[in-house]
C-alpha cells in the first residue's frame, strides 16, 4: 500500500510570492523525504540550470483526501542544500535560533470601519469627496 504526500513550498513569483505543490506517491511505512522540482516553472531557476530540491519541514494528515495522506510543507533549498534565494524560512529560522533566549512577542492588526447613526460609510456625507487623508496611521486615525 501507499500513500498520497502534497509538497507544498513557497515559489519565486514577485512581487508576492505563490504557493505551489506536487503530489507523489510515498509507500507506507516511509516518511515523505527530499524531492526535486524544475524551478524554471515557478520563477526560481533559469532553463539552463533549473534544479531545486524540497526539503520537507513539517508534515501533517491531509484533511481532504483518503486517511493516511499527507500535507508536506517543505523549503526550497539549491542542489548543494544551501538555502535557496527565495527561500525567506532559512533567514527567519536563523533569526529564531539566534534570539532563542527572548520571548517572541507578536501583534494582530485590526482595522474597523466606525458607522455614524447606523449608517453605511458612503452615507451622508456632506461633501462629494472625502477629505485628503492626514498623516495618520491606523491605529491613531480614529480621534479625527
Known amino acids: 500500500m501507499s500513500y498520497q504526500a502534497e509538497y507544498i513550498w513557497i515559489d519565486g513569483t514577485e512581487p508576492s510570492p505563490l504557493l505551489r505543490s506536487k503530489t507523489k506517491i510515498v509507500p507506507d511505512g516511509e516518511e515523505p523525504g527530499i524531492w526535486?522540482?524544475?524551478g524554471s516553472s515557478t520563477n526560481q531557476a533559469t532553463g539552463s540550470d533549473s534544479d531545486c530540491v524540497l526539503s520537507p519541514?513539517?508534515?501533517?494528515?491531509?484533511?481532504?483526501r483518503d486517511p493516511g495522506d499527507k500535507l508536506v510543507m517543505c523549503e526550497v533549498l539549491l542542489t548543494d542544500f544551501t538555502p535557496h534565494p527565495t527561500n525567506t524560512r532559512a533567514k527567519c529560522l536563523a533569526a529564531a535560533e539566534k534570539y532563542a533566549d527572548q520571548e517572541p512577542w507578536f501583534g494582530i492588526e485590526q482595522e474597523y470601519t466606525f458607522l455614524q447613526?447606523?449608517?453605511?460609510?458612503?452615507?451622508?456625507r456632506s461633501t462629494a469627496t472625502p477629505p485628503p487623508r492626514a498623516p495618520t496611521t491606523a491605529a491613531s486615525a480614529a480621534t479625527r
Do not use: M, N, Q
Request: proline share 21%.
Open 36 to 38: 526535486g522540482f524544475d
Open 57 to 64: 519541514v513539517f508534515v501533517c494528515p491531509d484533511p481532504l
Open 117 to 124: 447613526d447606523g449608517r453605511p460609510p458612503s452615507a451622508g
